[in-house]
């Protein structure tokens, strides 16, 4: 057995009011899991010889952490431990915070840290007590995760944010559900925004997805003295000349503020697709994403994105010569430009 996993005592599982739940998450998530090797250290497994359970120490998500000078070390190192619900759906429940929360005071020191993605960062949680915290999570419907070399957790806008173009947080979480935590050559981000003015980050993540819209324009004058688009338009791209209106497409970003400001219904939106950027990063170094994809469909996503995965796993190379650590997918695109990388 690998040295990392840890058995719970018999005992402690089997007179914890949490079993019953405990038994129909494992199954719920073992369907859920079917095919995800990935998954597997995260899976509580029954065991049938000894009737309890056990744990596969995960590999993501637990951060070596340095010892805060107002905790008493009774023993072991203290690790930080960062959490997040899967598939991530970029949201948590007031179940799970509260459940971060009894972890963070029984076990660490009171604190909770909400990571640039999204993950609560439970720090200084002492190793003994790493099973029971994570155990605790679990019944929550909380995982490890959101460290290593694995794509990280796909951020996206909330749905109900009045600028969104679309919603994308189901979108978002089919992503997640079939990308999520692939092992990968080096970090690996997602992002989706729900229009351009892009809060989550999408131009400095290795894939960024921002929804747009098809704007048209019906057969229709403009009432005098209405400017109600040109109000709204972040580019100043749409006005009304001589009684109808006109749009400047190259300047156009596609936000569909324009749309929605119309009283007249004659800029009209019937369709939104995806602008689809690769290659950002942020960081010490900062890189911009190189546009691949100007109008994709929901369909279109999975396979660009399973297409641009594998390419950065085929051509990608050690940092330094004879190093194990392997480039970014930015920086093989800065090596090869982003023709040749896109090349079969
Ligand atoms: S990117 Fe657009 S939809 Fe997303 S949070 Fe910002 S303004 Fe709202
Ligand atoms: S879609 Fe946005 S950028 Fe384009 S014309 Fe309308 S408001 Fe301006
Ligand atoms: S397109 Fe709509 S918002 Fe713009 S000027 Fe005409 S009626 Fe007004």
Not at 213 to 218: S, Y
Request: positive net charge; proline residues 5%; hydrophobic residues 40%.
């Amino acid at each position: 057995m690998c040295q990392r996993r840890r058995r719970l005592s018999r005992k402690s599982i089997a007179s914890s009011p949490a079993m019953p739940r405990l038994l129909n998450m494992g199954n719920e998530l073992a369907r859920c899991s079917q095919g995800r090797a990935r998954v597997a250290w995260r899976r509580w497994v029954m065991d049938e010889k000894a009737v309890g359970f056990t744990l596969e120490m995960p590999k993501v998500g637990i951060i070596r952490g340095v010892k805060a000078k107002d905790i008493e070390m009774v023993g072991g190192k203290v690790v930080n431990l960062r959490t997040c619900a899967r598939p991530y759906e970029n949201i948590y429940t007031v179940t799970q915070l509260r459940a971060i929360q009894g972890v963070s005071k029984k076990y660490g020191s009171g604190k909770v840290h909400l990571s640039p993605r999204h993950n609560m960062e439970i720090p200084e949680i002492k190793n003994k007590h790493i099973d029971e915290a994570l155990r605790d999570l679990y019944v929550a419907g909380l995982f490890p995760g959101g460290a290593g070399t694995s794509v990280r957790n796909v951020f996206t806008c909330p749905d109900w944010c009045a600028r969104s173009v679309r919603p994308v947080q189901a979108i978002g979480k089919m992503v997640s559900t079939n990308f999520g935590d692939r092992d990968m050559p080096n970090k690996f981000t997602i992002s989706f925004a729900g229009c351009p003015n892009g809060c989550s980050r999408p131009h400095n993540t290795d894939v960024g997805i921002i929804a747009v819209a098809k704007v048209t324009i019906a057969d229709q004058g403009c009432p005098d003295g209405c400017r109600e688009c040109a109000k709204v338009c972040p580019v100043q791209a749409v006005g009304p000349t001589e009684g109808r209106v006109k749009i400047n497409r190259p300047a156009c970003i596609a936000c569909g503020r324009c749309v929605k400001a119309c009283p007249e219904k004659i800029l009209r939106s019937e369709e939104t697709g995806f602008k689809v950027l690769i290659g950002g990063k942020e960081g010490a170094t900062v890189a911009f994403g190189a546009v691949i994809a100007e109008f994709a469909k929901d369909f279109e996503l999975l396979e660009i994105i399973e297409s641009v995965l594998r390419k950065y796993e085929q051509k990608v190379t050690p940092r330094l010569a004879g190093r194990k650590k392997k480039e970014r997918m930015s920086e093989v695109i800065e090596r090869l430009g982003i023709a040749a990388f896109l090349a079969d």
